[in-house]
């Protein structure tokens, strides 16, 4: 079946350092979303990418969609705390959103 | 507009008892979707709906689960015979479309006892 595998799980960086978090997935995607989800709280959808190579920025985060459209990469300049959660890739199948596994970000002041 | 509705957002459950959580989506959203996100984990689809139909449900369990999403009223989704492995929390969401952005509710902590 399809599946969106996402690098790194974890990955704990100190406050103003970047952080890169990748997501591929094992078939083409129609587009693909990207949430965030705090501590303890739910998802909340970021951005979505529907164009091959579409790149698209919200003040320090940025992101990609790959020419062939499997992957996808979200990249946060000069993290700080308020970056803290887990980021979720999730790409659209034919009837439903494929999660990637998420990347658990921890800020270190 | 009000967001996505879920409750109860706590739930307590002895092996063996039903659980039902509720969804209400959001004003004009005809697409609910269920998901569960086990502790320390990512968020795995369970079954999406539109009005009165169940569109995919390739990642519900066949056995004791269920969902419904009625004409009338908020979406379902029924946990027969509780296990403690069903212990997670279960978000629901909401969209327009498959295509749009979906708008999670505040999610069910479900534990089993």
């Known amino acids: 079946g399809q599946q969106v595998m996402q690098i790194p799980q974890y990955q704990h960086v100190q406050e103003g350092e970047d952080f890169t978090t990748y997501c591929n997935s094992s078939t083409t995607l129609s587009n693909i979303q990207w949430y965030k989800q705090r501590p303890g709280g739910h998802p909340v959808f970021l951005i979505q990418?529907?164009?091959?190579?579409e790149v698209k920025k919200q003040k320090r985060l940025t992101f990609q969609f790959g020419e062939a459209k499997k992957n996808s990469s979200l990249h946060i300049t000069a993290t700080q705390t308020t970056d803290v959660g887990t980021y979720f890739c999730?790409?659209?199948?034919?009837?439903?959103?494929?999660f990637g596994t998420g990347t658990r970000l921890t800020v270190i002041p | 507009n009000a967001g996505v509705m879920q409750n109860p957002r706590h739930l307590v459950r002895r092996r063996g008892q039903e659980a039902r959580l509720r969804c209400s989506p959001m004003k004009g959203h005809s697409h609910v979707y269920w998901y569960r996100q086990l502790p320390e984990e990512g968020l795995k689809f369970m079954v999406y709906?539109?009005?009165?139909?169940?569109?995919?449900e390739s990642g519900m369990p066949k056995e004791r689960f269920s969902a419904e999403f009625p004409k009338e009223g908020p979406s379902i989704l029924r946990i027969q015979q509780v296990v403690r492995g069903d212990s997670a929390a279960y978000f629901c969401a909401s969209s327009p479309s498959i295509y749009n952005e979906q708008f999670f509710g505040p999610g069910t902590r479900l534990t089993v006892l």
């Open positions: 990418l529907v164009k091959s190579g």
């Open positions: 709906l539109q009005k009165e139909n169940i569109i995919d």
């Open positions: 999730a790409g659209t199948g034919a009837n439903n959103l494929f």
